[in-house]
């Protein structure tokens, strides 16, 4: 078990590029999460999913951030047309069917920078 | 309103006090997480709180799901605790909800 892992540790691009940032969770967790932490402040929920169904999305999230997971092991974060308030560092986070509340596991992030 | 609300901000101790930090929250919850986050690091899990109380090493974490409030205590802190530390609840919906965090430093 090495964790959830999390690619590209940093990246920085040019306002107005897409990117896309990949988690890969636990193997036998079919919880997945995605949040967004900006300096201060604690992780806010992007969205998540259960197996490779997305079952809910943040009105924060706006139609230029999109997720997959097409087959219930990674997931992958695409942001196009990025802009400055993008910058945050992009939190993936996964947990066992165990039960309701099971222990979640974080990545250590990918930070964007947006020049 | 954020659903969780985290005391203190910001917490500054001397080496080899007790730390209390308190969470309270407004959602009905089936967990409740305490995370550690150090600076520049991941997030690590403490403890996750349906009822009662926890203890692991120095930390001790209670939930009093009436009052929907929960504390994570540190015994005897040393320069090693200072992270922040964070709050989150999961909801019947499967929605976790984040505090803010609590920034604590244990000086020496």
């Known amino acids: 078990d090495t964790g959830v892992s999390q690619d590209p540790r940093h990246k920085i691009t040019k306002r107005g590029q897409n990117v896309t940032f990949r988690c890969d969770p636990i193997?036998?967790?079919?919880?997945l999460y995605w949040y967004r932490q900006t300096l201060g402040q604690g992780p806010e929920f992007l969205t998540y999913?259960?197996?490779?169904?997305?079952?809910?999305k943040s009105r924060l999230l706006s139609d230029r951030f999109s997720a997959e997971r097409p087959k219930g092991s990674f997931s992958t974060l695409e942001i196009q047309r990025t802009e400055q308030g993008d910058s945050a560092m992009y939190l993936c986070?996964?947990?066992?069917?165990?039960?309701?509340?099971?222990?979640?596991?974080f990545g250590n992030g990918t930070r964007l920078t947006v020049t | 309103k954020n659903e969780v609300e985290q005391s203190p901000q910001n917490l500054t101790a001397q080496e080899g006090e007790f730390i209390t930090i308190n969470c309270s929250y407004s959602?009905?919850?089936?967990?409740l997480h305490w995370l550690q986050q150090h600076p520049g690091g991941g997030i690590v899990s403490l403890f996750m709180?349906?009822?009662g109380k926890k203890k692991h090493g120095r930390l001790i974490a209670t939930i009093n799901i009436q009052e929907k409030h929960s504390s994570l205590h540190i015994t005897a802190s040393h320069p090693r605790d200072s992270a922040v530390y964070i709050c989150?609840?999961?909801?019947?919906?499967?929605?976790?909800?984040f505090g803010t965090g609590t920034s604590l430093t244990v000086i020496p």
């Open positions: 709180l349906s009822s």
């Open positions: 986070a996964s947990s066992s069917p165990q039960g309701a509340g099971s222990p979640l596991h």
């Open positions: 999913f259960q197996n490779e169904a997305q079952l809910e």
């Open positions: 193997s036998e967790h079919n919880r």
């Open positions: 959602v009905g919850i089936s967990a």
């Open positions: 989150a609840v999961l909801n019947t919906g499967n929605q976790f909800y």
